[in-house]
């Protein structure tokens, strides 16, 4: 099974998603103006937590680039490289 970790804070939202063998099973959406660098990875854990799923269990991260706003590009890549 392949599991893929995809997360965007570009805009105006905190979104997530996990996808297993090309299959979405699990997402999260956020709409906030401020405030995705705090809530990324709670977000993301929690994600994980509901899917009976680890860090180790994923095979690869996937961010959102834009169209958006540079510091919410950069927390995403941040978050992404940090993993």
């Known amino acids: 099974m392949t599991r893929i970790l995809a997360f965007d804070t570009s805009g105006q939202h905190c979104v997530a998603a996990l996808s297993v063998d090309g299959c979405i099973v699990a997402s999260r959406h956020e709409a906030m103006k401020r405030g995705q660098a705090e809530r990324l990875f709670p ?18 991260i996937a961010v959102g680039t834009g169209p958006g706003n540079f510091t919410g590009v950069r927390i995403a890549v941040s978050a992404a490289r940090g993993l």
């Open 43 to 60: 977000m993301l854990e929690e994600m994980l937590a509901d899917m009976d799923a680890t860090w180790s269990d994923l095979h690869a």
